[in-house]
């Protein structure tokens, strides 16, 4: 595609709810990041794959978040038994090489959890 | 552990020039990214400054001074579109490859 899209891109969910976050990146690109950002701060890492390998999910903030890119395409960021704390948005980027290079953001999701 | 600073917000007039600065503390240092993103939408690429010195583009300038772990952004003939967010944005090697600062919102007054 031409850029990086994300979906849903709004979310509501009750507390204790399982979401699921998908993120399509633009083709080819090999890094793809996940990013969380709360309102009127900068994006905080979570997770980094180089194609379908996750090298680094040093920023996932609980176990309760899970993510995957099987396929070294798409990926998806799963959060379990989601809690008011974990509403915020959730940034997808990719690059095309390595991850030191630049990447490209998507619009991402909006997530609230009552 | 890594820590990037810039103002929290910036007022200027439309016409005029700003200057956005950003100072940084990492482990590791391979370039640094200055994006803008406007509310709700997605953060864009501006520029990127590995080597000391300044790089043009446009209306936009970027530095930078690795010595003194210190970036600025500077935007010339400000325009009321560009009222958004700047994120000063260091890569490093290893893991968490970019480090994003908490951003500086530029609103542009007629």
Redo the contacts between chains.
């Keep these: 595609g031409a850029g990086v899209s994300q979906s849903p891109r709004y979310k509501v969910a009750k507390r204790g709810q399982d979401v699921a976050l998908r993120c399509d990146p633009i083709s080819g690109h090999v890094s793809l990041f996940w990013y969380q950002q709360a309102l009127g701060q900068g994006p905080e890492f979570l997770t980094y794959f180089q194609n379908e390998a996750q090298l680094d999910k040093s920023g996932l903030p609980s176990d309760r978040f899970f993510a995957e890119r099987p396929e070294g395409s798409v990926s998806t960021l799963k959060i379990q038994r989601t809690q008011q704390e974990d509403s915020a948005v959730y940034l997808c980027a990719s690059s095309l090489g390595l991850a030191e290079e630049t990447q490209y953001f998507g619009p991402g999701t909006r997530l609230l959890v009552l | 552990g890594q820590n990037?600073d810039q103002p929290t917000e910036m007022t200027a007039t439309e016409g005029a020039i700003v200057q956005i600065n950003c100072t940084y503390q990492t482990s590791g240092f391979?370039?640094l990214?200055w994006?803008q993103q406007h509310a709700g939408?997605?953060?864009?690429?501006l520029s990127?400054n590995v080597l000391d010195g300044l790089e043009e583009k446009g209306r936009f300038s970027s530095f930078l001074s690795r010595s003194k772990g210190y970036s600025y952004l500077l935007l010339k003939e400000l325009q009321m579109k560009d009222s958004a967010s700047y994120?000063c944005?260091v890569?490093?090697?290893g893991?968490?490859?970019?480090?994003?600062?908490?951003?500086t919102?530029l609103s542009v007054l007629p």
Excluded: D, H, K, M
């Design positions: 990037i391979n370039g990214f994006y939408e997605a953060p864009t690429f990127y994120l944005a890569s490093r090697p893991g968490q490859n970019f480090v994003f600062g908490p951003g919102r």
